[in-house]
């Protein structure tokens, strides 16, 4: 199993940045496949970016693409999302996922962190 752990949301200013993100715990992170997903009040979620086990591989939904960044340290065990030219609508609680069996913007995540709320001000 691993734990997810999500930090730096925060209120910004639209145009601004923010840089999200996920510690894991455990000792195989670099074994998961990773995802960002977002869940704005009264909508579905809907997922954000991927990224491959070695970092090698992303994808982005054409929403944010452009302006956000996934990235990954294993070192660290830690991915992150850099959101750049941020917009009133991608205000959300922001979820990183993993998987060891593969990552995507449509696949179905087993490890889910507990989110972190990013308010984007207009």
């Known amino acids: 199993q691993v734990q997810l752990v999500e930090s730096g949301g925060g209120l910004v200013q639209a145009g601004g940045s923010l840089r999200l993100s996920c510690t894991a715990s455990g000792r195989t992170f670099s074994t998961y496949g990773m995802g960002w997903f977002r869940q704005a009040p009264g909508k579905e979620r809907e997922a954000v970016a991927a990224?491959?086990?070695?970092?090698?591989?992303?994808y982005y939904a054409d929403s944010v693409k452009g302006r956000f960044t996934i990235s990954r340290d294993n070192a660290k065990n830690t991915v992150y999302l850099k959101m750049n030219s941020l917009k009133p609508e991608d205000t959300a609680v922001y979820y990183c996922?993993?998987?060891?069996?593969?990552?995507?913007?449509?696949?179905?995540?087993?490890?889910w962190g507990q989110g972190t709320q990013v308010t984007v001000s207009s």
């Open positions: 990224i491959s086990w070695s970092g090698g591989s992303t």
């Open positions: 996922a993993a998987d060891p069996r593969g990552y995507g913007l449509r696949f179905s995540y087993e490890y």
